[in-house]
């Protein structure tokens, strides 16, 4: 649709109105972040004496972040580190599981196929912080609380991967190309492995997406299934400093001696939200297509 | 599909194994142990199954802080859901109104903050709420609200919450309407249009019953989700002192008796409820919408 087509058809009734909401929006959404992006150039005092968005300076960065590195020897780099690969394992998993899976279920009719699409779908509507204490009274039981598996092995369970899986393998590779991959004496592992996969490049951009969306920010399970603090994730580490030190102002009567403030709080937050902000904007379309995909068109 | 042969069956049947061992393992596992939980009996330090009759139920239903949390819940989410689906749906169509550079613009930054979860939507929402820190000082003090501690105090709280939470999870649904927007026949809409349509009718009659089923499957998952708040009560409680409450939502109360008291019988209790809810909102959903189908590949 042309620009001047669209504007002949739709009065530009209320045209400035719309921009004036939008930007208002624009405050809404943007601030806190632009807010985030700025504060950790401030001293401790100068988020209360400087204004708000004013900027300090650009040496303060330099000297949170030896503060946030500082701190216990580098604990917070070893929760940097744990984040990583635990998000990076159940990544792994979680695809090398799913992906056969919804494949399976896509192309062959076997017994039982029924009931595990219909549990896989409950499983991944039902949101996961609802079975989180569930696990933790499981693992109690099996002894694995505290244990790194204990959060990796439940996040790399993807019923969501399964079923977009599911939904590709049925409607985005034609059946004619796995009949006649048969037909020529493939077997179902090789068509699998030599023509499904290397036609699964989107999909597997999708699983990877909303696993490492899902898991990087994950905060319920690990806090409640990690205890040694050297098995923490950033979000669990946060969450410990948030409580145990004087990174919010608020709290401040409670150990003051601590170097972690809210400059250093402010950069943490920042630099935990920075790889997702950039995996956000790169792959904006990604989440409209993975909550959309099973509202196949015919 | 018909009669796969043995070696493709067996095949399938590998595939799909170790999906089902996860699924059996972490989540049918656990839910139902929490159910033989929550009937068991701790008294001897090893439970007993079965020994408890109801008494778990009775007795996390009738903690003098139960009937509070739920309310409080109960209030979050008659705030938080509709609410959040009708600001959701009015800057979808907002944007969609024109397909302009700054709307395509705003639709990306709208969606930036769903990137902020968990403990840092909670840590910069205190950053936020307080008025000696906040780019939103004006507005704050316009209201009369001097401290974090009155921002965040009784009634306030959860609409507290539930703009946080349309802060971080707006932007997605957004994307999502404006793509269910752009589905819509250019017929349909032009029609509209040619018949005396203004914006806002177009929108309003047309578009928004077109897109329904959408709605539905917004309204149950925002349910769904929102009645498991846990961190932003938990580190706002120790951000804001006293005000908010250390047993504020349900999941926190659940959280007290398997932590603070180790009674995992009456957390099991709970944590039902909080199971039962999301159980029921996805029957729900496959029921009653069309996104999620277990028959795509059987048409």
Redesign the interface.
Known sequence: MSQTASRRTRPSVGGSTRVILLLALAVFFGLPLLWLLIAPSKLQNEFVTLPSLAFGEIGNYLRALEHLVGFKDGRILLWAWNSVWYTAAALIIGLVISIPAGYALATTEFRGRRLILWLTLIALIVPTSALVLPLFLEMSTLRLVGSPWAVILPTAFFPFGVYLAYVFYATSVPRDLLAAGRVDGCSEWQLFRMVCLPLSKTLIGLLTFLSFTANWNNYFLPFVMLTDDETYTLPVGLQSLVTGTSMISMSAMRGTSSTLKNPEGALLSLLMVLPLVVVFIVCQRYVVRGALTGAVKE | ??G?TR???R???L??L???V??L???????V??LV?SFASFQRGTPEFFGAGLDNYANAYTDVRFLPALGNVTQFLIISVPLGAIGVLA?AA??H????R??SG?R?????????????L???A???L?P??????PVLQAMGLTT?GQVTSGSRLPWVFAIMYF?AA???WV??F???FN?IS?ETT?AA?MDGC???RLAWSVKLPLVR?YIVYMLI?TF??N??M??EP??LA????STVGRYWSL?QL??AY?FELSD?GS??AI??L??G???L???L??RFT?????D??DR
């Open positions: 599909m018909i796969p070696p493709r069956i095949t399938a049947h595939f799909v170790p999906h089902t996860f699924m393992l972490f989540a049918i596992g656990p839910a142990y929490a939980i800057i907002l944007l109104a024109r397909q302009d700054l709307g705003m990306t930054l709208y969606f930036i903050p769903g990137a902020v979860a968990g403990p840092t909670a840590l910069l205190i950053f936020m307080d000696r820190i906040s780019p939103f000082a974090i802060f707006a932007g997605g994307a999502i404006y793509g269910a589905g250019r032009e249009t203004g914006p806002i089923p998952l769904g989700a009645v498991q846990f961190v938990q580190l120790v951000a804001a002192g999941n659940s959280y398997a995992f957390a099991a944590a039902l909080m199971l809810v999301g159980l909102a996805a029957i959903i496959i069309d996104f999620f189908r277990p795509v590949a």
